[in-house]
């Protein structure tokens, strides 16, 4: 899938399309380039962490964020797909949604992904929840790391 979610009504190129890699947990329902993958069309996407960056003075320091027992991360992800007006092919994109950061992230960031428990996927999938699993990881699930 392509990064950067591209709804199925979009009627221009794929580049044109504003930056849509992630969507605020507090607007995924009503933006209207994410609300009908909010209704019909939801992912989950498996990773083994992911990376925020910390501004120093001596530029930009990453560091990798990782669940604590090793465990895959699985962020709440939407997707889509439509058809590229270049090719004519169809094409499925995906986003992922963040929200308030937990006590460890926002160190770094205000944000982080929604970060969904096996216990939710199925709720998460089917549309049987929905807002109420946008809150921040629990402040003892993930550890963080500098990295190069």
């Known amino acids: 899938m392509r990064w950067g979610l591209v709804p199925w009504w979009w009627k221009k190129k794929a ?11 507090e607007s995924v329902a009503e933006k209207p380039m994410f609300r009908d993958a909010f209704k019909r069309s939801r992912c989950l996407i498996p990773a083994s962490g992911y990376y925020e960056w910390q501004k120093t003075p001596t530029g930009k320091q990453p560091y990798y964020y990782a669940a604590r027992d090793g465990s895959p991360l699985t962020i709440a992800g939407l997707w889509d797909e439509w058809k590229d007006i270049e090719t004519g092919e169809p094409q499925k994109s995906c986003t992922m949604i963040i929200s308030n950061a937990d006590e460890l992230a926002s160190k770094i960031h205000d944000r982080m992904p929604v970060l969904l428990q096996p216990k939710d996927f199925d709720d998460w999938l089917t549309g049987a929840a929905g807002a109420e699993l946008f809150k921040p990881a629990a402040n003892d699930y993930l550890q963080t790391w500098p990295v190069s």
């Open 15 to 25: 580049k044109e399309a504003p930056a849509t890699f992630n969507a605020r947990a």
